[in-house]
């Protein structure tokens, strides 16, 4: 009687895959530069990539990222109040 496959069970992520999910979501290097920081080759990048755990905390990791800056962003435009844009705005006509 044949025997029945086991199905794969691939490992959890770990230190290099969260140290590459960290380094993709800042979007600032290419996949050799992250690849190299973390000591695998681009196409094991790539590979990591295929991964649906890796994309979904690559996805949380961005949207992390970019909901700070945006946050920042707010913050900082918050403080340009109506007597600021008034006082800006005589500035401009005297000049």
């Known amino acids: 009687m044949r025997q029945k496959k086991r199905p794969f069970r691939r490992l959890p992520l770990d230190e290099r895959h969260y140290r590459a999910i960290e380094l993709l979501a800042g979007l600032r290097d290419n996949y050799g530069d992250v690849a190299q920081a973390i000591g695998v080759s681009r196409m094991t990048l790539y590979r ?48």
Not at 60 to 67: G, I, R
Not at 68 to 94: G, P, S, Y
Request: proline share 0%; glycine share 0%.
């Open 48 to 95: 990591y990539r295929k991964r649906a755990d890796f994309r979904r905390e690559l996805r949380k990791a961005t949207a992390k990222l970019l909901n700070a800056q945006h946050r920042e962003l707010k913050r900082r435009f918050a403080l340009i109040t109506n007597a600021d844009v008034a006082w800006l705005l005589q500035r401009i006509e005297i000049v």
